[in-house]
């Protein structure tokens, strides 16, 4: 799926007042699928142990079922621009809210861990469209005024869905008294943090039919006339409707459709900087910031920390991640991408490494001695903060703009794709992993924190105030 067409050098143009309103509500309702995007993602968190406790399975099958749906998040996020290009963005925003709403029935009610394994898939897959079509989605309804600001709702709904899903297992356990497996509404607490999700999945796929089609699907389409009165509606009257529209139907005419082909070169497969984009991926993933958000439950029982203490730690942690978040979305333009990974990546050395410290000590009567304790928990913390002040959200800005504009659709594909494997592998390894050694799974996630350092200086080269044709 193409992106919407940039706006023209002259000026950018403001939605009237009246109409600004709208707008907003409009980008809102569309970042409802980020919102589900974090949710979905992170509410396995407060199921873990229980569902380790009822199909009693050891650590490799049971990260199997958690990572499961990344597979699906690939697939989706593959396909979501195809699907969207044919048959629009809206009808594509109904799909994922159905898939959302039967994965969370599904997983609410499993017969038997399979089960419970494919509906993690469709999960997942609503978790790729989402993740692809409601950038997408914002970008092209957006007035050029407010783009920046009106795009960074999706990212804001990301963090706060995750936020969000915490605070409900919170809610859902202390309801069950402390007991992931208590009885409530005539389920175990877990699947009821699993059928919650039900709630925001209705309201998402209701919000879908309240909000307009992309003026720039339905001109690919031929609908020039709705497409008008959309742009007025978002835009405002005082709109030159017939230059707006010459506009996006040049702008499609002069877009490179690029292919995987066109990434080929160099000495090792990919052109060089197809490679630095991958290998932003990777690190951000590599650092272990989704141990954070699937496993921290499971995690502070481990060593020792009461269940009902561990989810409500798993929520200040997401509110920290929250926090985080609009930190990188004030500074990313001021002080640029490079001066943030970095200091992101410094951040998380110390946070990861006073955890590798802390878990390194024997537990005594089931805990970690009460300073190690508590220092493992305020460094838990000092990672994400860091993690989400930086590599969170500029890996992402990275992405848009680093790859010359012939290559740039392609290449974000891959990179992307490079992120969803190496989320699955950190996710399907780190219960086997932390079996074997704690502190050394955390050393070797304080490793990669400390490359990626290196890795910035030397072959990301800094984006902040060039124009994407500048990119080469």
Same mark, same amino acid.
Request: hydrophobic letters at 55%; aromatic letters at 12%.
């Given at each position: 799926?193409?992106?919407?067409?940039?706006?023209?050098?002259?000026?950018?143009?403001?939605?009237?007042?009246?109409?600004?309103?709208?707008?907003?509500?409009?980008?809102?309702?569309?970042?409802?699928?980020?919102?589900?995007?974090?949710?979905?993602? @992170?509410?396995? &968190?407060?199921?873990?142990?229980?569902?380790?406790?009822?199909?009693?399975?050891? @650590?490799?099958? !049971?990260?199997?079922?958690?990572?499961?749906?990344?597979?699906?998040?690939?697939?989706?996020?593959?396909?979501?621009?195809?699907?969207?290009?044919?048959?629009?963005?809206?009808?594509?925003?109904?799909?994922? %809210? #159905?898939?959302?709403?039967?994965?969370?029935?599904?997983?609410?009610?499993?017969?038997?861990?399979?089960?419970?394994?494919?509906?993690?898939?469709?999960?997942?897959?609503?978790?790729?469209?989402?993740?692809?079509?409601?950038?997408?989605?914002?970008?092209?309804?957006?007035?050029?005024?407010?783009?920046?600001?009106?795009?960074?709702?999706?990212?804001?709904?990301?963090?706060? $869905?995750?936020?969000?899903?915490?605070?409900? &297992?919170? $809610?859902?356990?202390?309801?069950?008294?402390?007991?992931?497996?208590?009885?409530?509404?005539?389920?175990? %607490?877990?699947?009821?943090?699993?059928?919650?999700? #039900?709630?925001?999945?209705?309201?998402?796929?209701?919000?879908?039919?309240?909000?307009?089609?992309?003026?720039?699907?339905?001109?690919?389409?031929?609908?020039?006339?709705?497409?008008?009165?959309?742009?007025?509606?978002?835009? $405002?009257?005082?709109?030159?409707?017939?230059?707006?529209?010459?506009? /996006?139907?040049?702008?499609?005419?002069?877009?490179?459709?690029?292919?995987?082909?066109?990434? !080929?070169?160099?000495?090792?497969?990919?052109?060089?900087?197809?490679?630095?984009?991958?290998? !932003?991926?990777?690190?951000?993933?590599?650092?272990?910031? &989704?141990?954070?958000?699937?496993?921290?439950?499971?995690?502070?029982?481990?060593?020792?920390?009461?269940?009902?203490?561990?989810?409500?730690?798993?929520?200040?942690?997401?509110?920290?991640?929250?926090?985080?978040?609009?930190?990188?979305?004030?500074?990313?333009?001021?002080?640029?991408?490079?001066?943030?990974?970095?200091?992101?990546?410094?951040?998380? #050395?110390?946070? !990861?490494?006073?955890?590798?410290?802390?878990?390194?000590?024997?537990?005594?009567?089931?805990?970690?001695?009460?300073?190690?304790?508590?220092?493992?928990?305020?460094?838990?913390?000092?990672?994400?903060?860091?993690?989400?002040?930086?590599?969170?959200?500029?890996?992402?800005?990275?992405?848009?703009?680093?790859?010359?504009?012939? /290559?740039?659709?392609?290449?974000?594909?891959?990179?992307?794709?490079?992120?969803?494997?190496? &989320?699955?592998?950190?996710?399907?390894?780190?219960? @086997?992993?932390?079996?074997?050694?704690?502190?050394?799974?955390?050393? /070797?996630?304080?490793?990669?924190?400390?490359? @990626? /350092?290196?890795?910035?200086?030397?072959? #990301?080269?800094?984006?902040?105030?060039?124009?994407?044709?500048?990119?080469?």
């Amino acid at each position: 799926m193409t992106s919407t067409a940039q706006a023209p050098k002259s000026g950018a143009r403001a939605a009237h007042p009246e109409h600004l309103g709208h707008v907003i509500f409009i980008a809102a309702a569309a970042a409802m699928g980020g919102f589900l995007f974090g949710y979905d993602s @992170s509410v396995i &968190n407060g199921a873990v142990e229980a569902i380790r406790d009822r199909y009693d399975v050891g @650590s490799a099958a !049971l990260a199997q079922v958690i990572a499961i749906a990344l597979i699906g998040c690939a697939i989706g996020a593959a396909t979501a621009g195809r699907i969207a290009d044919r048959i629009g963005r809206i009808r594509c925003m109904q799909i994922a %809210a #159905v898939l959302f709403t039967v994965s969370a029935v599904g997983s609410a009610l499993p017969f038997a861990l399979y089960d419970l394994a494919f509906w993690r898939v469709v999960g997942g897959f609503a978790i790729g469209m989402a993740s692809v079509i409601g950038p997408a989605y914002i970008a092209e309804v957006a007035p050029p005024a407010y783009r920046g600001r009106l795009g960074s709702f999706q990212q804001a709904a990301i963090v706060i $869905g995750i936020a969000v899903s915490q605070l409900v &297992n919170w $809610g859902v356990l202390n309801a069950a008294d402390g007991d992931q497996r208590g009885t409530l509404m005539g389920l175990e %607490a877990w699947q009821v943090m699993l059928g919650v999700m #039900v709630v925001p999945a209705v309201l998402y796929g209701l919000l879908s039919f309240v909000i307009p089609e992309s003026p720039r699907f339905l001109i690919s389409v031929g609908k020039h006339e709705r497409a008008r009165e959309i742009l007025t509606e978002v835009e $405002g009257k005082g709109v030159d409707l017939d230059a707006r529209v010459t506009e /996006i139907e040049h702008a499609m005419k002069s877009e490179h459709k690029s292919s995987f082909k066109d990434l !080929l070169g160099g000495g090792f497969l990919f052109k060089p900087i197809v490679w630095v984009g991958i290998g !932003l991926s990777v690190f951000q993933q590599f650092v272990g910031i &989704n141990v954070a958000f699937y496993y921290s439950s499971t995690l502070w029982q481990s060593v020792g920390v009461d269940p009902t203490d561990s989810f409500f730690y798993s929520f200040t942690t997401s509110i920290i991640n929250i926090v985080g978040t609009v930190i990188a979305m004030i500074f990313v333009d001021r002080i640029g991408r490079r001066p943030l990974a970095i200091i992101g990546s410094v951040g998380m #050395v110390v946070g !990861l490494a006073l955890e590798a410290w802390a878990f390194s000590y024997h537990l005594v009567d089931g805990k970690l001695p009460a300073t190690q304790g508590w220092i493992a928990l305020i460094a838990a913390h000092i990672f994400v903060l860091f993690f989400a002040l930086s590599w969170g959200v500029v890996v992402w800005v990275f992405l848009g703009e680093m790859f010359p504009n012939k /290559i740039r659709a392609a290449a974000l594909g891959v990179a992307a794709a490079a992120q969803w494997i190496a &989320n699955w592998a950190i996710t399907a390894s780190f219960p @086997s992993l932390a079996d074997w050694n704690l502190s050394a799974t955390y050393v /070797i996630y304080t490793v990669f924190a400390a490359l @990626s /350092i290196p890795f910035v200086l030397k072959f #990301v080269k800094e984006t902040k105030g060039k124009a994407l044709e500048e990119m080469g």
